[in-house]
């Protein structure tokens, strides 16, 4: 029953056929220094130390596992969901910028970039930043900046300086060009925190492994609720796809556990406004990578909409690519309506807010079948804070 | 034989290359670029193929090239338009552009169909070296392009060695920690890095390009390598004029012209 798929990446940064660097030489030097150094780096036991006590002090970890009793019933299952909402800063992503900040810190650098699209990953950068005291730069889309604006807020109390993305769609794409470019223009002092599993090698597995805590800490404690440490399903949404990356990490290879990354359909997947990477990406390179991407024949990156900031991107990290071709992980697609009506529901039934880009996790919930003594986990990846205008404006229409 | 390869062999100092964006201003600037081009003095020309994400561009190319695409330039259009630009002239002819685009054109029907267009070479800036080793080389030889990898600041010595070793085309010294489209003097620390790179003695030409922008960067950076690289200040040149093959007669000759 048990068939191996290699999910390490080989020494080129490849899982299977996706992922590798293909970046300007401008790039090179700092890539080349992190891809050197940040396996021994991130496995001295100095860094582990300050890593996991910050995780547990400063984030809050570990985030509790939580069984939604209504939520089960409702689906006729057990529905246990992962609550990296109750982190510090409200989502998973700030796993990933305590790892890279101390990752930062040993390589000497003085100032800190970072790409946003809900501006969860911005504000977990400016949090990182302020707490070790380093200078923070955001780049963000000019329509994520209005979308998302209490997020930028908090960037801004933060001590952070939020650029706007004025190119292309003026979203996450936009962003994450603009933050490479400032790379490129300041070499020596600058770290750049990409906030996904996307980008350039070692970026996808460096940030896989920083996430790899949700699924760590959910063996233990599914250990503790069902007396197994494995569920039968883990659902999670996928922009770029580290929430998913994190929580999928320890359940690879153990093909016990159905994987199922959720992406965001928007207006639908044939509708031309969506970015469901899986359905309409093929084969391409986008930041660095070579991975499942949205693009025309000529080789343009299409403009992905969707109405979650988080998910609104045309590519995805190529592990997920990988898992996806490879058929170990399944992809939903859910619409902006249902993702919607999901947070609704969540919010009604189990006195959670999740974040929009969680809430499509949620909704397919509704795609998916169960038996009675089925464990789902769900990666409850973002609290619903930073969406109160689309969720106000949901409501004003019901 | 190939046009750069005829080229270095006759001219080896103040070498003018001009880039511009396939399809800017208008759709159909291309061919009046290249001939204009041509005849007002550019050794060989650089012709970017816009592109929808140029990571290693600012803002001057990235826009150029958003226009471009929203005039409707394809790489179909693009070799129709080099096909008859060549008619014209054998100035050498360089394609730059993103991986990502060959990668979907398919590498060989792309390196087949710029050969014959009558491309000479190609710059990719985002093809990883490892890559082309083992999945381009091979084909860019048979359709008789020459490769040109880009070199920094920050490329190491020992780096340098094995872009040299690699590169069929010239080498692309890019002259400072930047994207394209800055202006400004030339440091005495990029003086000192062109000089460093000067010493390494490398088999091919040197193009210094990235911040050349008008006949006195231009005269330092030739000082100090074969020739230079002109990009944003020429799109620049361009941006509002109707009289395309005017505007790019009047750059080439306020860069050739000796400061006074």
Redesign the interface.
């Known amino acids: 029953m048990t068939k191996f798929i290699n999910t390490q990446i080989d020494e080129r940064g490849y899982y299977g056929r996706f992922g590798g660097a293909y970046i300007p030489e401008m790039l090179h030097p700092n890539v080349e220094e992190l891809r050197t150094k940040y396996i021994s780096m991130t496995a001295d036991p100095e860094f582990k130390k300050e890593f996991d006590a910050l995780l547990k002090d400063y984030v809050g970890r570990p985030s509790p596992l939580y069984f939604a009793k209504r939520m089960s019933e409702h689906y006729g299952t057990n529905i246990y969901l992962k609550r990296e909402d109750l982190n510090h800063t409200g989502a998973h992503k700030i796993n990933n910028t305590i790892g890279q900040i101390l990752v930062a810190q040993r390589l000497g650098k003085k100032r800190i970039i970072a790409e946003t699209g809900a501006g969860q990953h911005g504000v977990a950068t400016a949090t990182v930043c302020a707490l070790v005291g380093l200078k923070c730069i955001v780049y963000m889309g000019e329509v994520d900046i209005a979308r998302q604006a209490p997020n930028v807020a908090r960037m801004r109390m933060l001590g952070a300086e939020v650029r706007p993305a004025l190119s292309g769609s003026r979203t996450l794409k936009d962003a994450t060009n603009e933050a490479i470019r400032d790379w490129i223009n300041n070499p020596e002092d600058t770290h750049y925190i990409i906030g996904s599993v996307v980008g350039p090698h070692p970026y996808p597995d460096m940030v896989a492994r920083f996430q790899s805590v949700i699924s760590e800490e959910m063996k233990w404690q599914l250990q503790e609720h069902i007396g197994r440490d494995y569920p039968d399903a883990i659902v999670a949404c996928v922009g770029g796809g580290s929430n998913a990356a994190g929580a999928f990490y320890h359940y690879l290879n153990d093909e016990r556990v159905r994987l199922v990354a959720v992406e965001a359909a928007g207006l639908g997947v044939e509708t031309g406004e969506s970015a469901a990477t899986s359905v309409l990406g093929t084969e391409g390179i986008i930041h660095g990578s070579r991975t499942l991407l949205m693009q025309t024949d000529d080789g343009q990156v299409i403009e992905p909409y969707s109405i979650s900031a988080g998910l609104d991107y045309p590519g995805i990290g190529p592990l997920h690519a990988f898992l996806i071709d490879s058929k170990r992980a399944e992809a939903i697609a859910v619409t902006d309506e249902d993702a919607l009506a999901a947070a609704l529901f969540t919010a009604r039934t189990e006195g959670i807010i999740p974040a929009l880009e969680t809430a499509h996790a949620f909704s397919a919930l509704d795609q998916m079948e169960y038996g009675p003594d089925d464990v789902v986990v769900v990666c409850l990846s973002g609290r619903g804070d930073k969406d109160l205008a689309a969720f106000t404006t949901y409501l004003d229409q019901l | 034989m190939n046009r750069l390869t005829t080229l270095f062999k006759n001219k080896t100092n103040d070498l003018l290359n001009v880039y511009f964006t396939a399809g800017y201003p208008q759709l159909d600037s291309t061919e009046t670029i290249i001939r204009s081009l041509a005849e007002a003095g550019a050794d060989l020309i650089e012709v970017g193929v816009p592109?929808?994400?140029p990571?290693?561009d600012?803002?001057t190319i990235?826009?150029s090239s958003?226009q471009a695409?929203k005039n409707g330039m394809?790489?179909d259009t693009l070799f129709g338009q080099l096909r008859s630009a060549r008619i014209y002239t054998e100035v050498p002819l360089v394609l730059m552009g993103?991986?990502?685009?060959?990668?979907?054109?398919g590498p060989d029907r792309f390196c087949k169909a710029a050969h014959e267009a009558g491309v000479d070479g190609l710059i990719l800036?985002?093809?990883?070296v490892?890559?082309y080793e083992q999945e381009f080389k091979a084909i860019a030889e048979k359709y008789d392009l020459q490769v040109t990898?880009?070199?920094?600041p920050?490329?190491?010595d020992e780096?340098i060695q094995k872009?040299g070793a690699l590169s069929t085309g010239f080498i692309y010294v890019?002259s400072s920690?930047?994207?394209t489209g800055k202006s400004g003097d030339i440091t005495d620390e990029q003086k000192a890095y062109f000089a460093r790179i000067a010493e390494l003695d490398l088999p091919q030409p040197r193009l210094i390009g990235f911040g050349i922008s008008d006949a006195k960067s231009f005269r330092t950076a030739c000082g100090y390598a074969n020739g230079a690289i002109i990009g944003s200040a020429f799109i620049r040149a361009l941006a509002g004029k109707d009289d395309v093959s005017g505007a790019t007669s009047a750059f080439v000759q306020s860069v050739l012209t000796p400061e006074a």
């Not at chain 2, 993103?98 to 990668?103: A, D, E, I, L, T």
């Not at chain 2, 990898?149 to 920094?152: E, S």
Request: net charge negative.
């Open positions: 592109y929808s994400d990571m290693a600012g803002e990235q826009n958003m695409l394809t790489l993103y991986f990502n685009q060959v990668m979907q054109y800036p985002d093809l990883p490892y890559e990898f880009l070199i920094t920050q490329t190491s780096r872009i890019v920690s930047s994207i």
